[in-house]
């Protein structure tokens, strides 16, 4: 069953089973894991929270997932799965401001090179997103999941695959913290106005001014 403690979110415990079940089975790069509804029931879960935990080792090279064939273990440093675990997932933080600084530092950095590396295709993926965003505000809504997806975004345009490795855990570690902040009267509308600043800043290739902006929007995000 999963741990219960309240220091660990359900998805912690979520990886943790999923580190049991490859060991317990012995199951080997290739080899397919237990589908979504499947690890809902024998975890004791729900299906959101086993996505979240699935979706964290995909980003992390550990897992792929084949349409319309079920989910995969992949190899990453001889399968070391509970190292690799340990490293971006599971290791405790000493405390939530140092949770919080990092994710600062990364996401300047992912800013510094968009600025330079960032192409068509990003733009139009960040822009897909949000007008998405803008529906669920309009909707009455908060846009969660597609402020994540816009974050990811700049991090994929850094092209650079380890920040974006880190960085994965690290936002999904701290989604109750988005959440807070994102549902404060008014923030999700003001978000959606600075992502857009920022965005705007980065397609210019202006690194001081898009920098300074997602500085503040992180700031005026608690984060």
């Not at 405790?92 to 992912?110: G, H, S």
């Not at 510094?112 to 505000?137: G, P, Q």
Request: with cysteine.
């Amino acid at each position: 069953m999963l741990d219960s403690s309240t220091e660990r979110k359900v998805y912690e415990g979520i990886l943790l089973e999923l580190h049991d079940i490859v060991q317990q089975n012995n199951l080997r790069p290739g080899d397919k894991l237990p589908s979504e509804r499947e690890l809902s029931e024998k975890l004791n879960a729900g299906r959101s929270s086993v996505r979240e935990a699935l979706r964290a080792l995909e980003l992390l090279g550990l897992i792929e997932t084949r349409r319309g064939e079920g989910t995969f273990l992949k190899s990453y440093r001889h399968n070391r799965l509970i190292d690799i675990l340990g490293l971006f997932i599971l290791r405790d933080y000493k405390t939530k401001k140092d949770l919080v600084e990092m994710r600062k530092i990364l996401e300047i950095d992912a800013v510094r090179l968009a600025c330079k590396r960032a192409t068509s295709k990003h733009f139009e993926e960040m822009e897909r997103i949000l007008d998405a965003a803008k529906e669920r505000i309009d909707m009455g809504e908060i846009p969660t999941e597609e402020d994540y997806q816009f974050h990811r975004v700049i991090c994929r345009s850094s092209r650079n695959s380890i920040l974006h490795r880190i960085w994965t855990p690290l936002v999904e570690y701290s989604g109750s913290v988005r959440n807070e902040s994102l549902a404060r009267e008014g923030r999700a509308r003001t978000a959606l106005e600075e992502h857009r600043a920022i965005m705007e800043a980065i397609k210019a290739g202006d690194e001081a001014v898009a920098v300074e902006r997602m500085l503040g929007h992180l700031e005026n995000s608690k984060l």
